[in-house]
Protein backbone atom coordinates (compact mmCIF):
# COMPACT_ATOMS: atom_id res chain seq x y z
CA UNK A 1 0.00 0.00 0.00
CA UNK A 2 1.12 3.45 -0.92
CA UNK A 3 2.70 5.70 2.46
CA UNK A 4 0.49 8.96 2.07
CA UNK A 5 -1.71 11.54 4.88
CA UNK A 6 -4.85 12.55 3.89
CA UNK A 7 -4.47 16.77 3.02
CA UNK A 8 -3.39 18.98 5.72
CA UNK A 9 -5.22 20.92 7.97
CA UNK A 10 -2.89 24.14 7.45
CA UNK A 11 -0.15 25.00 4.89
CA UNK A 12 3.03 26.56 5.81
CA UNK A 13 3.32 29.61 3.32
CA UNK A 14 6.90 30.26 2.00
CA UNK A 15 7.55 33.92 3.15
CA UNK A 16 11.67 33.59 4.04
CA UNK A 17 13.65 36.93 3.87
CA UNK A 18 10.56 39.21 3.81
CA UNK A 19 9.92 38.32 7.70
CA UNK A 20 13.49 39.93 8.40
CA UNK A 21 11.28 43.53 7.55
CA UNK A 22 8.18 42.57 7.47
CA UNK A 23 7.23 45.91 8.83
CA UNK A 24 8.04 47.61 5.81
CA UNK A 25 6.94 45.14 3.27
CA UNK A 26 3.09 45.71 5.18
CA UNK A 27 3.63 49.16 4.44
CA UNK A 28 4.03 48.57 0.89
CA UNK A 29 1.38 45.85 0.47
CA UNK A 30 -1.31 48.19 2.33
CA UNK A 31 -0.46 51.44 0.09
CA UNK A 32 -0.42 48.88 -2.92
CA UNK A 33 -3.90 47.95 -1.68
CA UNK A 34 -5.10 51.00 -0.63
CA UNK A 35 -4.36 52.51 -4.38
CA UNK A 36 -5.76 49.89 -6.40
CA UNK A 37 -9.03 50.44 -4.13
CA UNK A 38 -8.93 54.36 -4.93
CA UNK A 39 -8.42 53.96 -8.80
CA UNK A 40 -10.56 50.96 -9.42
CA UNK A 41 -13.41 51.94 -7.28
CA UNK A 42 -13.28 55.96 -8.73
CA UNK A 43 -13.34 54.25 -12.24
CA UNK A 44 -16.26 52.25 -11.53
CA UNK A 45 -17.73 55.24 -9.23
CA UNK A 46 -18.18 57.15 -12.29
CA UNK A 47 -19.33 54.72 -14.82
CA UNK A 48 -22.64 53.80 -12.14
CA UNK A 49 -23.08 57.51 -11.18
CA UNK A 50 -23.08 59.06 -15.15
CA UNK A 51 -24.91 57.38 -17.57
CA UNK A 52 -23.53 59.12 -20.15
CA UNK A 53 -20.82 56.79 -19.60
CA UNK A 54 -22.96 53.65 -19.53
CA UNK A 55 -21.61 52.58 -22.83
CA UNK A 56 -20.48 49.43 -24.03
CA UNK A 57 -16.87 50.13 -23.86
CA UNK A 58 -17.24 52.27 -20.41
CA UNK A 59 -18.98 49.30 -18.75
CA UNK A 60 -16.39 46.72 -19.80
CA UNK A 61 -13.79 49.13 -18.06
CA UNK A 62 -15.48 49.17 -15.04
CA UNK A 63 -16.36 45.51 -15.23
CA UNK A 64 -12.08 45.31 -15.89
CA UNK A 65 -11.29 47.53 -12.70
CA UNK A 66 -13.87 45.29 -10.27
CA UNK A 67 -12.05 42.32 -11.74
CA UNK A 68 -9.04 43.66 -10.41
CA UNK A 69 -10.82 44.12 -7.10
CA UNK A 70 -11.45 41.11 -6.85
CA UNK A 71 -7.69 39.76 -7.92
CA UNK A 72 -6.08 42.48 -5.15
CA UNK A 73 -8.98 41.17 -2.64
CA UNK A 74 -7.88 37.50 -3.00
CA UNK A 75 -4.57 38.41 -2.23
CA UNK A 76 -3.69 41.63 0.17
CA UNK A 77 -5.97 40.71 2.98
CA UNK A 78 -3.97 37.75 3.44
CA UNK A 79 -1.03 38.66 2.95
CA UNK A 80 -1.03 41.35 4.98
CA UNK A 81 -2.11 39.07 8.02
CA UNK A 82 0.77 36.96 7.26
CA UNK A 83 2.97 39.47 6.77
CA UNK A 84 2.43 40.00 10.63
CA UNK A 85 2.95 36.30 12.17
CA UNK A 86 5.88 34.76 13.13
CA UNK A 87 4.68 31.32 11.13
CA UNK A 88 2.88 32.36 8.29
CA UNK A 89 0.44 30.13 7.50
CA UNK A 90 -3.24 29.65 5.97
CA UNK A 91 -6.10 26.75 6.00
CA UNK A 92 -6.37 23.93 3.79
CA UNK A 93 -9.95 25.50 2.99
CA UNK A 94 -8.85 28.56 3.35
CA UNK A 95 -5.79 28.16 0.42
CA UNK A 96 -8.62 26.33 -1.88
CA UNK A 97 -10.24 29.52 -1.57
CA UNK A 98 -7.17 31.77 -2.48
CA UNK A 99 -6.52 29.44 -5.23
CA UNK A 100 -9.86 29.37 -7.05
CA UNK A 101 -10.20 33.37 -6.49
CA UNK A 102 -7.09 33.76 -8.32
CA UNK A 103 -7.10 31.80 -10.45
CA UNK A 104 -10.24 32.92 -11.64
CA UNK A 105 -8.85 36.59 -11.64
CA UNK A 106 -6.67 35.98 -14.30
CA UNK A 107 -9.39 33.86 -16.30
CA UNK A 108 -11.48 36.75 -16.14
CA UNK A 109 -8.51 39.18 -17.09
CA UNK A 110 -8.36 37.65 -20.12
CA UNK A 111 -12.17 36.72 -20.88
CA UNK A 112 -12.87 40.34 -20.39
CA UNK A 113 -10.28 41.89 -22.35
CA UNK A 114 -11.45 39.37 -25.00
CA UNK A 115 -15.25 40.94 -24.77
CA UNK A 116 -13.51 44.05 -25.53
CA UNK A 117 -11.62 43.58 -28.35
CA UNK A 118 -14.70 42.55 -29.80
CA UNK A 119 -16.05 45.83 -28.54
CA UNK A 120 -14.11 47.73 -30.61
CA UNK A 121 -13.88 45.55 -33.84
CA UNK A 122 -17.56 45.85 -34.19
CA UNK A 123 -17.56 49.39 -33.28
CA UNK A 124 -14.76 50.65 -35.98
CA UNK A 125 -15.89 47.75 -38.48
CA UNK A 126 -19.51 47.90 -37.96
CA UNK A 127 -20.07 51.27 -36.62
CA UNK A 128 -23.78 51.58 -38.30
CA UNK A 129 -24.48 48.95 -36.94
CA UNK A 130 -23.11 49.18 -33.58
CA UNK A 131 -25.74 50.46 -31.50
CA UNK A 132 -27.95 47.55 -32.69
CA UNK A 133 -25.23 44.52 -32.18
CA UNK A 134 -23.76 46.06 -28.54
CA UNK A 135 -27.33 47.10 -27.10
CA UNK A 136 -26.98 46.82 -23.20
CA UNK A 137 -28.46 43.87 -22.95
CA UNK A 138 -26.04 42.31 -24.91
CA UNK A 139 -23.55 43.60 -23.36
CA UNK A 140 -24.60 42.06 -20.01
CA UNK A 141 -24.68 38.05 -21.68
CA UNK A 142 -21.50 38.72 -22.71
CA UNK A 143 -20.27 40.14 -19.02
CA UNK A 144 -22.13 37.29 -17.35
CA UNK A 145 -20.26 34.98 -20.28
CA UNK A 146 -16.74 36.14 -18.80
CA UNK A 147 -17.33 35.70 -15.87
CA UNK A 148 -19.59 32.31 -15.90
CA UNK A 149 -17.06 30.39 -18.23
CA UNK A 150 -14.08 30.98 -16.00
CA UNK A 151 -15.95 30.00 -12.65
CA UNK A 152 -16.99 26.32 -14.48
CA UNK A 153 -13.62 25.67 -15.44
CA UNK A 154 -11.54 26.64 -12.49
CA UNK A 155 -14.10 25.46 -10.29
CA UNK A 156 -13.59 21.82 -11.77
CA UNK A 157 -9.86 22.47 -11.91
CA UNK A 158 -9.76 23.17 -7.74
CA UNK A 159 -12.18 20.26 -7.14
CA UNK A 160 -9.83 18.02 -9.04
CA UNK A 161 -6.86 19.23 -6.59
CA UNK A 162 -9.15 18.68 -3.73
CA UNK A 163 -9.88 15.16 -4.35
CA UNK A 164 -6.02 14.68 -4.06
CA UNK A 165 -4.44 13.25 -0.76
CA UNK A 166 -1.05 15.58 0.17
CA UNK A 167 2.05 14.26 1.55
CA UNK A 168 3.54 17.77 2.66
CA UNK A 169 2.52 21.74 4.28
CA UNK A 170 4.84 23.42 2.92
CA UNK A 171 3.60 26.07 -0.37
CA UNK A 172 6.71 27.81 -2.29
CA UNK A 173 5.13 30.99 -2.34
CA UNK A 174 3.70 33.53 -0.12
CA UNK A 175 0.09 32.71 -1.34
CA UNK A 176 -2.07 29.95 -2.38
CA UNK A 177 -2.22 28.53 -6.46
CA UNK A 178 -3.60 25.21 -7.57
CA UNK A 179 0.01 24.23 -8.79
CA UNK A 180 1.62 24.80 -5.50
CA UNK A 181 -1.25 22.28 -3.50
CA UNK A 182 -0.60 19.91 -7.07
CA UNK A 183 2.82 19.52 -6.41
CA UNK A 184 2.33 17.99 -2.65
CA UNK A 185 0.52 15.04 -4.20
CA UNK A 186 1.31 12.09 -2.93
CA UNK A 187 -0.14 9.83 -5.97
CA UNK A 188 -0.11 10.65 -9.85
CA UNK A 189 -1.43 14.55 -10.96
CA UNK A 190 -1.68 13.71 -14.92
CA UNK A 191 -5.30 14.29 -14.79
CA UNK A 192 -4.39 17.63 -12.98
CA UNK A 193 -1.54 18.71 -15.82
CA UNK A 194 -3.84 17.76 -18.63
CA UNK A 195 -6.66 19.86 -17.85
CA UNK A 196 -4.44 22.86 -16.32
CA UNK A 197 -2.93 23.01 -20.44
CA UNK A 198 -6.29 22.70 -21.49
CA UNK A 199 -7.30 25.63 -19.00
CA UNK A 200 -4.54 27.75 -20.33
CA UNK A 201 -5.14 27.04 -24.01
CA UNK A 202 -8.81 27.63 -23.54
CA UNK A 203 -8.34 30.79 -22.03
CA UNK A 204 -5.07 32.19 -23.12
CA UNK A 205 -4.49 30.62 -26.49
CA UNK A 206 -8.55 31.56 -26.96
CA UNK A 207 -8.52 35.27 -26.05
CA UNK A 208 -5.75 35.63 -27.38
CA UNK A 209 -6.47 34.33 -31.01
CA UNK A 210 -10.15 36.91 -30.35
CA UNK A 211 -7.81 39.91 -29.61
CA UNK A 212 -5.46 39.29 -32.32
CA UNK A 213 -8.26 38.43 -34.75
CA UNK A 214 -10.43 41.28 -33.80
CA UNK A 215 -7.32 43.40 -34.33
CA UNK A 216 -6.61 42.18 -37.60
CA UNK A 217 -9.60 42.99 -38.93
CA UNK A 218 -9.58 46.56 -37.53
CA UNK A 219 -6.05 47.59 -39.24
CA UNK A 220 -7.48 46.55 -42.42
CA UNK A 221 -10.17 48.82 -42.24
CA UNK A 222 -8.23 51.43 -40.55
CA UNK A 223 -5.76 51.34 -43.85
CA UNK A 224 -8.65 51.83 -45.95
CA UNK A 225 -10.52 54.64 -43.99
CA UNK A 226 -9.90 58.30 -43.17
CA UNK A 227 -7.56 60.17 -41.10
CA UNK A 228 -10.02 60.89 -38.64
CA UNK A 229 -11.62 57.37 -38.10
CA UNK A 230 -7.91 56.49 -37.76
CA UNK A 231 -7.55 58.39 -35.42
CA UNK A 232 -10.40 57.61 -33.48
CA UNK A 233 -9.55 53.82 -33.60
CA UNK A 234 -5.96 54.95 -32.12
CA UNK A 235 -7.69 56.62 -29.30
CA UNK A 236 -10.07 53.91 -28.37
CA UNK A 237 -7.44 50.85 -28.91
CA UNK A 238 -4.25 52.53 -27.74
CA UNK A 239 -5.21 51.77 -23.57
CA UNK A 240 -6.82 48.15 -25.02
CA UNK A 241 -3.42 47.27 -26.33
CA UNK A 242 -1.51 48.14 -23.24
CA UNK A 243 -3.73 46.62 -21.07
CA UNK A 244 -3.38 43.46 -23.04
CA UNK A 245 0.45 43.74 -23.23
CA UNK A 246 0.84 44.35 -19.46
CA UNK A 247 -0.81 41.06 -18.61
CA UNK A 248 0.64 38.93 -20.91
CA UNK A 249 3.73 39.66 -19.91
CA UNK A 250 2.93 39.64 -16.02
CA UNK A 251 1.08 36.20 -17.14
CA UNK A 252 4.09 34.79 -18.92
CA UNK A 253 6.11 35.63 -15.49
CA UNK A 254 3.46 33.48 -13.23
CA UNK A 255 3.77 30.68 -15.88
CA UNK A 256 7.89 30.33 -15.98
CA UNK A 257 7.34 30.21 -11.80
CA UNK A 258 4.09 27.82 -11.93
CA UNK A 259 5.57 25.52 -14.01
CA UNK A 260 9.32 26.06 -14.22
CA UNK A 261 10.00 27.11 -10.40
CA UNK A 262 13.14 28.57 -11.27
CA UNK A 263 14.99 28.39 -7.75
CA UNK A 264 18.26 29.50 -8.82
CA UNK A 265 16.30 33.17 -9.28
CA UNK A 266 17.25 35.22 -6.26
CA UNK A 267 14.27 34.88 -3.94
CA UNK A 268 13.25 38.46 -4.01
CA UNK A 269 12.86 38.62 -7.97
CA UNK A 270 10.82 35.69 -7.70
CA UNK A 271 8.09 36.73 -5.12
CA UNK A 272 8.04 39.99 -7.47
CA UNK A 273 7.40 38.08 -10.67
CA UNK A 274 5.18 35.97 -8.86
CA UNK A 275 2.86 39.23 -7.86
CA UNK A 276 3.60 41.23 -10.76
CA UNK A 277 0.10 40.31 -12.67
CA UNK A 278 -2.14 40.09 -9.23
CA UNK A 279 -0.49 43.90 -8.30
CA UNK A 280 0.75 45.74 -11.53
CA UNK A 281 -2.53 45.52 -13.40
CA UNK A 282 -5.37 46.60 -10.73
CA UNK A 283 -2.95 49.91 -10.55
CA UNK A 284 -2.28 50.41 -14.42
CA UNK A 285 -5.71 49.34 -15.16
CA UNK A 286 -7.61 52.14 -14.19
CA UNK A 287 -4.47 54.19 -14.71
CA UNK A 288 -3.95 53.66 -18.18
CA UNK A 289 -7.69 54.28 -19.19
CA UNK A 290 -8.67 56.87 -16.56
CA UNK A 291 -5.73 59.00 -18.53
CA UNK A 292 -6.86 58.06 -22.29
CA UNK A 293 -10.33 57.66 -21.78
CA UNK A 294 -11.43 61.30 -22.35
CA UNK A 295 -15.60 60.66 -20.81
CA UNK A 296 -13.79 59.38 -17.36
CA UNK A 297 -11.48 62.31 -17.60
CA UNK A 298 -13.75 64.76 -17.85
CA UNK A 299 -16.04 62.98 -15.25
CA UNK A 300 -13.48 62.55 -12.82
CA UNK A 301 -12.13 66.32 -13.23
CA UNK A 302 -15.55 67.29 -13.08
CA UNK A 303 -16.19 66.53 -9.72
CA UNK A 304 -12.93 67.65 -8.53
CA UNK A 305 -13.44 70.93 -9.61
CA UNK A 306 -16.83 70.62 -7.89
CA UNK A 307 -14.98 70.03 -4.33
Known amino acids: MENFTLSPSMFMLNFGQLSTVKYIYCVIALVS ?101 MTLSMVFKIVLGAWLFPVALIGSHIMLTARLPLCGNNILKIYCDNWSVVRLSCVDTMVNNIYGIFITMVILGGMSL ?40 DTLFEILLYRFEPTHLPYELRVIMSLQFLVVAPILNPLIYGLKMKGIMYKVREHLSAK
Open 210 to 249: LIFCSYLKIIRICMKSSKDTKEKALQTCTPHLITITNFLI
Open 33 to 133: YSLILLLNGAVIAMVVQHKSLQEPMYIFISVLCLNGLYGSTALFPSLLVNLLQKNPSISYLACLVQAFCIHMYGCCEMTVLGSMAYDRYVSICNPLRYSSI
